[in-house]
């Protein structure tokens, strides 16, 4: 009898061609370079599943082929657009090394992209070799695993795949290992394909481009907005919103992204491309992520000023549709938003995001000032002290009085005293008004991880790797967070 061939049910996925529809002028079609070995490092499963596949009918091999050996899926497209760039206008970027690899829809009928990152020269890689360093591969996958526990609205890692080629570069020391990332993100659209557009001077293919977005990526726009000017307004306001949460969630979460130049934001709100990413180490809002960021452009405290100032430069390009005026007063409710949910992300790594009402909430002192207070006079780790903060409740439970609660963060020095007293009582106090209190250490844990991954965890991950090929420290760290 005939030997059965198995399928790989990576290339069997139901792809679509939302953006490969639109035509060619945003994007070129490319092929992938072929690497001298493939070697799977990492597999999130749970992404599998996301995407309609059982993890266990799909081997290790299968990830490989598909993603490392790019057997079977064509077309690839690398995307076109611009950007600033701290502040200066570039014509000259697109995707360099990533690739869209394909669209498909999810369990929950959303539409997501699945996009390589290493896989090769594109006609935008400028010079350089396409290739990406196991390291940025493992620091992506980190990024994209830690935000997702904290609540960060984020891209992911799919697949990890190490490619047997050595790597020159001036920021690692060389050479270094190659790799290939998986990534699946909601678009690989940004605020810089549209800024493209507008460099063209391109009105028809901008409409278009904007038109496709809402319908893959704000379908509950055309319902109450219709198909006019009002629906491109309507998503405008919509992305201002999504941004204003996002930057929020990353200050809560000590997180910052270090390039936010507009070819790195998002058409759908997400945060996604992770380079020189960093977690706050101690409370520092002049803290950089970029070693280049010489003059803190893309500090921590800055995100929520630079999310909006590259939101009024994506009103250059609509505005080749659109009034002025509506755009604006889309913009204004920017910071309304940041506020209102950044307050929420905080309490909730505090666990008392739920008090009983409004009116018991507002007689009692606010813990989120007393927070920051506390953080900025305590050189204690950002992260950690809301890890401590968990374990303590988690190990002793809610403490009967505020004044049973002693500073606990394991090493630390003693916090200043006015700003640890005024904390306590707000925290406390703040405990008392959730009426489930039994949930309180639920969401402790939920909304913080037991090791943020600052840059000297990552060093001692990839140390590891880099020095023994031990996968264990990034192995443990993951079960941990995940």
């Known amino acids: 009898m005939p030997m059965s061939t198995r399928l790989n049910p990576l290339l069997g ?15 070129d079609v490319v092929e992938a370079a072929t ?38 899926r064509a077309p690839l497209l690398a995307l076109r657009y611009h950007g600033h760039q701290f ?32 896989s090769g020269t594109t006609p935008w890689s400028r010079g350089g070799d396409g290739r990406l360093t196991l390291k940025g591969g493992v620091r992506e996958v980190i990024a994209g695993e830690a935000l997702q526990r904290l609540g960060v609205s984020t891209s992911r890692t ?80 919509a992305l201002v919103q999504r941004v204003a949460r996002l930057a929020a969630e990353w200050m809560a979460a000590g997180f910052t992204h270090g390039v936010l130049n507009t070819d790195n934001m998002s058409l759908a709100g997400e945060s996604f491309d992770y380079g020189p990413f960093a977690f706050l180490e101690t409370w520092d809002p002049g803290f950089t992520a970029a070693y280049f960021d010489h003059d803190g452009i893309y500090a921590y405290g800055r995100q929520p000023l ?73 050189p204690v780790a950002y992260g950690s002290f809301f890890a401590a903060l968990a374990g303590r409740v988690r190990a002793g439970g809610l403490p009967a009085t505020a004044e049973d609660l002693e500073p606990f963060v394991a090493g630390a020095p003693a916090p200043p005293r006015a700003e640890w007293l005024a904390w306590r009582d707000s925290w406390w106090h703040g405990c008392q008004a959730v009426a489930d209190q039994a949930g309180i250490a639920a969401g402790l844990q939920r909304w913080n991880l037991p090791e943020t991954p600052v840059r000297p965890v990552i060093e001692r991950i990839w140390a590891a790797i880099d020095e023994q090929d031990d996968w264990t420290p990034l192995q443990q760290w993951l079960a941990r967070t995940v």
């Open 158 to 237: 799919l697949a990890l795949i190490e490619t047997g080629e050595d790597l020159w570069r001036g920021d690692e020391p060389s050479p270094t290992r190659s790799a290939v990332m998986v990534r699946v993100a909601r678009t690989h659209l940004r605020f810089g394909t549209c800024e493209r557009l507008l460099f063209r001077r391109q009105p028809a293919q901008l409409e278009r481009l904007l038109r496709h977005v809402v319908a893959c990526h704000y379908p509950h726009l055309a319902v109450s907005h219709g198909d006019g000017e009002p629906l491109l307004v309507a998503f405008y306001g």
């Open 306 to 378: 630079v999310c909006e100032q590259n939101l009024r430069l994506l009103q250059e390009p609509l505005a080749m549709l659109l009034p002025r005026a509506p755009l604006e007063a889309a913009l204004e409710p920017f910071g309304e938003v940041y506020d209102a949910h950044y307050r929420r992300c905080l309490l909730r790594r505090l666990g008392i995001d739920a008090p009983t009402s409004a009116e018991a909430a507002a007689d009692l002192p606010d813990p989120l000032p007393a927070t920051l207070r506390l953080l900025a006079g305590w």
């Open 13 to 27: 996925l139901p792809f679509e061609g939302a953006l490969e529809d639109l035509g060619p002028e945003y994007w």
């Open 35 to 72: 690497f001298p070995r493939t070697r799977l490092r990492f597999r999130n499963d749970p992404l599998l599943h996301q995407l309609g596949l059982d993890p266990a009918s799909v081997s290790d091999d299968d990830i490989e082929a598909a993603y490392g050996r790019f057997e079977g």
């Open 87 to 118: 502040g200066a206008y570039n014509p000259l970027l697109g995707d360099g090394r990533g690739f869209l690899y394909g669209q498909l829809r999810d369990r929950h009928g959303q539409l997501l992209d699945l996009g390589t990152k290493g």
